[in-house]
């Protein structure tokens, strides 16, 4: 049973690895220039962190660390058990702006094509940007809503783009958002290059329909082996008694447990790397 178990744990950590292979990667570029850098810094300070892990989690953290030193009565186990604690919470953060991501990039190519439509007709950025808010749907709808309004109550221009970039959270809204300042300072000669970038989104949109399609099913199964050790570590304490000495009391029961951890870590960073692409 222990090598059955001990296989099991190596399927699990190598399961996520042939994923990385598998996966069409999408160029991420945007307008190069001197005259972006300073306010490119300051949109980058003010765009969401990707990792977040409060004070309360380090804290949360450091009390599983010691807990494990008494239940597996090594610190590497218990080191890699804290990591974990800490990284669930972060990881469903993840799932929540990707989820964003998602939907943003779902609606951007219709309200690109349609601001570079008014914005071509009109020559005003105020006016393309109302017209995608009252044509396009939520979430989208409500940002170049909001950016409409702050325009017009006289808030300063850059701010309210960094605050575009921030809200619509995709590389190419930022992209967008980079090509609606130089409009509004160049005038309407860029606008044929709104039209490039809604062909890149579509691009964009065609390579995450394939990755999904393609990899969702081996995430599942990956995701399936990485957690089923650590439920199976708490019933195998609960149905045979003897395992408790085995796990807490061997190198290879405290070899086990290191290994169900660290299959889960590594099956985070994995997952965030397929999500990203």
């Known amino acids: 049973m222990i090598l059955a178990i001990c296989i099991g744990l190596g399927v699990a950590v190598a399961a996520p690895l042939p994923l990385l292979s598998r996966i069409k990667i999408k160029k991420r570029d945007g307008p190069k220039g001197d005259a972006f850098q300073r306010w490119l810094a300051q ?34 186990p218990a080191f890699f058990g804290a990591a974990l604690v800490i990284l669930v919470p972060d990881q469903l953060y993840f799932r929540r702006r990707q989820a964003h991501r998602k939907m943003v990039l779902e609606q951007l190519s219709s309200a690109v094509r349609l601001f570079a439509g008014e ?28 950016a409409h309004t702050r325009l017009l109550i006289g808030k300063d221009p850059d701010w309210v783009w960094t605050e575009m970039i921030r809200e619509l959270d995709t590389p190419h809204g930022h992209k967008f958002v980079q090509l609606v300042r130089l409009a509004a300072k160049q005038g309407p000669v860029l606008a044929p290059l709104f039209h490039d970038l809604v062909s890149q989104i579509t691009v964009a949109q065609e390579l995450a329909e394939y990755n999904k399609q393609e990899l969702s099913g081996d995430r599942y199964v990956g995701m399936l082996l990485t957690v089923a050790p650590l439920p199976l570590y708490f019933l195998l304490q609960a149905w045979i008694p003897e395992s408790r000495e085995f796990f807490g009391e061997t190198v290879a029961g405290r070899l086990v447990i290191t290994l169900s951890f660290l299959s889960a870590i590594l099956w985070f960073f994995v997952d965030r790397a397929v999500s990203e692409t």
């Open 43 to 76: 949109v980058e300070s003010k765009l969401p962190k990707e990792m977040r892990v409060s004070r309360y989690l380090y804290g949360l953290g450091l009390v599983v660390f010691i807990a494990g030193l008494f239940l597996f009565k090594n610190p590497v």
């Open 119 to 146: 914005y071509a007709t009109s020559g005003q950025i105020e006016r393309a940007l109302a017209a995608v808010g009252r044509r396009i749907p939520d979430p989208v709808g409500q940002i170049f809503r909001q």
